[in-house]
Structure formats: C-alpha cells, structure tokens
C-alpha cells in the first residue's frame, strides 16, 4: 500500500506518532487530520464518504505525509475496529485518536421528535464514540500510552433550546470522557474532550447572512470559529505539551460559555 509519495523522515511535535481520525472526510475533522500530519504524525482517516476520504488522504500524502483512508461507519461495530487494526497495521500501533463522528437533528422540542430522531444521535454520538473508544484503548494499552480527544461541543456543557436529544448524546461523552480518563490515567493514556460552539464549517457557510450574523452577535468575542482553531487544539492536546491534561473539557467557543 502506497502511503507516502516523501521519503524524508517525518518532523514536528507529534513525529513518529500514528493518529486515527472519526469524521475525516470534511470540515473539522478534516481539519484536524490535515493539523496532525502537519505535525509529524501518521494518520489514518476515517468515515464514511469513501471517494471525499481518499480525497482528503490523497492531499495528505501530495503534502508528503503518510495517510491512508479506511472508509468506517460509526454505527457499525467491525468497521471502527477495523480502522483501529489498520492503524496498527500499517503504521505498527496507535497513539492518537480523535473521535469526530457525529449527527445532529433538526431542532424541535422533545416531545416532537421521532423516536429515529433520538436513536440516531444516541447511535452515531455517543454509541459510536464509546465503542471506538473501546477498541482505541486496546491498541494503546498495547503501545504503552496515548491520547484520546473526543468531540462534544458546547450543547455538551450546557442545554440547548430544540436539541434535547444532541444536547443529552454531548453531554454523555463529556461523562464517558472524564470516566475514560480516570480509568486509564496511571497506564499512560490521557483522554479528553472538546466543545466547540459555532465553527465556520460547510453548513454554517451555506446560511444565509440574516441567519449567520445572529450566531456571530452571540459569541463574546463576535465571530464564529475557524475549523483550524478546533484541530489546533486537537493537536495541542495529543502532544507532549498537554502531558498533565487528562479529563479536560475545553471549550473553544470564543467566550459563548463563560457565564454559563
């Protein structure tokens, strides 16, 4: 398998370090892929967009980095595990995981939600993340030590008009994160947990200007976030700088949650 078209050896914080991406096929967690390999790590991407996948690992090894795309569904319990055994495979372990899989639903009150509207986010945001993190914890126990970073947001911290269902699934994986944390703390593997609020992605882009500058008056600071600044935290987090950071919620929501 041609995973890297460079032949220098890789370079930057995370050198030598074999990262496994959820979500990696666009927006954050793209992003992030693209950060971690910036920093020197192998990474492996996965998700379910197969063709946008490769896409994205083709860029990545264009760039000189090793990549390679595992298509993955979050529901599908043989598939997260198998991208975990492809990291070990063929990069011989795994140290990062960033667990970016995700769903929302349209915003309505609880009691008007189908009960398809509740397993979905149940399935894909929490149930996905706890299995990956299962199978992610095995290889790391293996490899001696690593890091975990999962995805909640700011609906995880706090509650959300309309979104009773995302909001409880972000809120579950702020618990599974800290429980994680303190389970695995003294075997070497830190785990923790962002909460992005508005993040200038695809879907915000594609909002029409009266219903995007509403979103931008309600964040302190008066913009919404770059998906750069989520990865750059990702990597932060991975990385021997946070080498005390474990059971962290970190927000990166320019301030929105400040006075909750």
Do not use: C
Not at 70 to 88: F, I, K, N, S
Not at 111 to 120: C, G, N, Q, R, S
Not at 128 to 136: D, P
Request: net charge neutral.
């Amino acid at each position: 398998m041609n995973v890297s078209t460079s032949v220098s050896p890789p370079s930057g914080p995370l050198a030598n370090k074999v990262a496994l991406v959820l979500g990696a096929s666009r927006g954050i967690g793209a992003a992030t892929a693209r950060a971690l390999a910036r920093a020197g790590a192998s990474v492996v991407l996965a998700s379910r967009d197969a063709s946008a996948l490769e896409a994205a690992a083709a860029h990545l090894r264009w760039e000189g980095a090793q990549a390679i795309a595992v298509p993955t569904d979050a529901l599908d319990d043989q598939q997260l595990a198998r991208a975990v055994h492809m990291a070990v495979e063929t990069f011989g372990g795994l140290d990062i995981a960033f667990n970016n899989a995700g769903s929302g639903h349209m915003p309505a009150p609880l009691a008007e939600l189908t009960t398809k509207d509740i397993d979905d986010a149940i399935g894909i945001n929490l149930r996905g993340i706890l299995v990956a993190m299962k199978f992610e914890l095995a290889a790391m126990l293996a490899r001696g030590g690593g890091a975990i970073v999962n995805m909640s947001s700011t609906a995880g911290v706090q509650g959300v008009r309309g979104m009773a269902a995302y909001s409880a699934t972000k809120h579950a994986v702020v618990g599974a994160t800290r429980s994680a944390a303190l389970d695995y703390a003294a075997k070497g593997i830190r785990v923790n947990v962002v909460a992005p609020g508005p993040i200038l992605t695809d879907r915000l882009k594609a909002l029409p200007e009266e219903r995007r500058a509403p979103i931008e008056r309600a964040v302190p600071m008066g913009r919404v976030g770059a998906e750069e600044e989520v990865a750059s935290t990702v990597v932060w987090l991975a990385s021997d700088a946070a080498s005390f950071v474990t059971g962290a919620v970190i927000p990166i929501d320019g301030g929105r949650t400040a006075g909750a």
